[in-house]
């Protein structure tokens, strides 16, 4: 029984760290698939978690604070669609410069809010399933965010591959010049699929400071946004490979943890770095593999579009 405990706690743990990177990096893959390269990930993300907070400590409702933290990010991803897709500006620099703002902004806005209690997520607990010894905790009493990350793999799969919608959103990230001369319009579908990235990147926020640790302090999205960006590309713009690399990352955060309580003696600052040289192990790696690039990465992924007059 104290294995299955011991089990148990570990895969929970992993759940909680991998939500997260699951949340942004699923809105950031249909982003994109229509050709939109967003590099503000972190800055939407820090943005939902202070918004998330602020949300649920005032109302005392954490549903309150979940929609609060999607609407952040949503709305933080205006400025950003407004720049590269209506002007054409140059994507990598407004994203930078949208990681910057939103870094800033959640400092700003999180400041009155540094030390007060927060408002926990709530798991929903199954009647007679949750007791049951491992799958019970593991399946069956998780809360919202959690359940919903996983509905959003399979609903953003069937959207992109049985959709005719899908489809056209590929089209435009695949060759936005056909699709416009098609009469698809560039415009609309990559507003569209900015705006879903930024409000996924708020909620994977919200995540953090209302479930992942239900408090506020300045810079706690700590890098996620980054290493949800790499996960995009791991997944090769697949939702179900992304799944796969969210709870693969999750595991290798919370291993070293794991590690010490086993009396494995690890330093906290290479446990810190885990997360991180598994990003770059796993890019180097998928860098080697050119032709599963070549055959998923949107064609149009990062350019803009300008019509021809």
């Known amino acids: 029984m104290a294995d299955i405990a011991i089990l148990t706690a570990i895969v929970l743990t992993v759940i909680t760290a991998a939500t997260p990177l699951l949340l942004a990096g699923i809105g950031e893959l249909v982003a994109e698939r229509a050709g939109v390269l967003n590099l503000g990930l972190e800055g939407m993300m820090a943005v939902g978690a202070v918004a998330g907070f602020a949300g649920a400590a005032m109302t005392g409702s954490p549903s309150a604070g979940i929609l609060a933290a999607g609407l952040a990010g949503l709305l933080l991803a205006v400025p950003f669609a407004f720049l590269v897709i209506n002007l054409a500006a140059n994507q990598v620099a407004t994203g930078l410069a949208l990681t910057l703002l939103g870094l800033g902004a959640s400092a700003m806005l999180g400041e009155s809010f540094i030390g007060k209690p927060g ?145 494995i003696r690890i330093s906290s600052q290479f446990i810190s770095m885990l997360p991180y040289l598994a990003t770059i192990a796993v890019l180097v790696v998928i860098s080697r593999n050119k032709m599963v690039l070549r055959a998923n990465t949107p064609a149009c992924l990062g350019r803009p579009f300008v019509p021809a007059r």
């Open 119 to 263: 408002v926990k997520l709530p798991s929903l607990a199954i009647p007679g399933l949750r007791d049951l010894p491992f799958v019970g905790p593991v399946l069956f009493g998780q809360d919202a965010l959690v359940y919903l990350s996983f509905l959003l793999v399979g609903a953003v799969s069937w959207f992109l591959f049985r959709t005719r919608a899908g489809l056209m959103l590929r089209a435009v990230g695949d060759s936005h010049d056909s699709a416009h001369n098609l009469g698809i319009s560039v415009y609309a579908t990559r507003w569209t699929a900015v705006l879903f990235g930024g409000f996924c990147a708020g909620l994977g926020g919200g995540y953090l400071s209302l479930a992942y640790t239900p408090l506020w302090t300045e810079n706690m999205t700590a890098g996620r946004g980054w290493i949800a960006l790499a996960l995009v590309v791991f997944a090769s713009w697949l939702p179900w490979r992304l799944a796969v690399g969210a709870y693969l990352f999750g595991a290798v955060a919370i291993l070293g943890f794991h590690a010490q309580g086993f009396g």
